[in-house]
């Protein structure tokens, strides 16, 4: 298994890196380890529409805190969905960059990514909405017990 890494918001940077990683993916099984607390939904989106065509060749791995868009690429990877025991699961409602409007265009993109999240979780989009109405980090057991993780590994694997 190779290791594919996201350290940091997810930006247009994140989605040039991931766009480059993606010419040169073999049929590898891949590990994408995760450690964001969020960024840009634009460019998360971006990702996960290149990640779900090839996701049973990804394992989402997340580390630390997997927020907002990060979330949404880690819910792209295959069916195996894991996470280290201390990571925190975050969602929330659609917010715009500081000095902008809420539009209906945030609104579409969260109804999107929550779509998504019921997808992956077995979960229906109103437990979806509840869930990103409390404004709260999830433990790693909760996130396992609402669906986001398929299991809790107590050691990373190892990075390249």
């Known amino acids: 298994m190779k290791n594919i890494v996201i350290e940091s918001d997810i930006s247009k940077d994140t989605l040039d890196t991931i766009q480059t990683l993606f010419h040169n993916l073999t049929?590898?099984?891949?590990?994408?380890?995760?450690?964001?607390?969020?960024?840009?939904?634009?460019?998360?989106?971006?990702i996960a529409e290149m990640l779900l065509p090839k996701n049973t060749?990804?394992?989402?791995?997340g580390h630390i805190l997997v927020a907002s868009s990060a979330l949404l690429i880690h819910q792209s990877c295959g069916v195996d969905r894991i996470a280290t025991p201390k990571t925190l699961f975050y969602v929330h409602r659609a917010s715009p960059k500081e000095?902008?409007?809420?539009?209906?265009?945030?609104?579409?993109?969260?109804?999107?990514?929550?779509?998504?999240?019921?997808?992956?979780?077995?979960?229906?989009?109103?437990q979806i909405?509840?869930?990103?109405?409390?404004?709260?980090?999830?433990?790693?057991?909760?996130?396992?017990?609402?669906g986001f993780i398929t299991q809790i590994v107590k050691h990373p694997f190892p990075r390249e």
């Open 27 to 46: 049929s590898e099984q891949y590990f994408l380890h995760i450690y964001s607390h969020g960024g840009e939904s634009q460019y998360a989106e971006k």
């Open 57 to 61: 060749q990804f394992t989402g791995v």
């Open 99 to 126: 000095g902008e409007v809420l539009t209906q265009q945030h609104l579409d993109a969260e109804r999107s990514h929550f779509e998504l999240f019921v997808k992956t979780t077995g979960r229906n989009l109103e």
């Open 129 to 146: 909405y509840n869930l990103a109405d409390q404004n709260k980090p999830m433990s790693t057991k909760e996130a396992l017990d609402f």
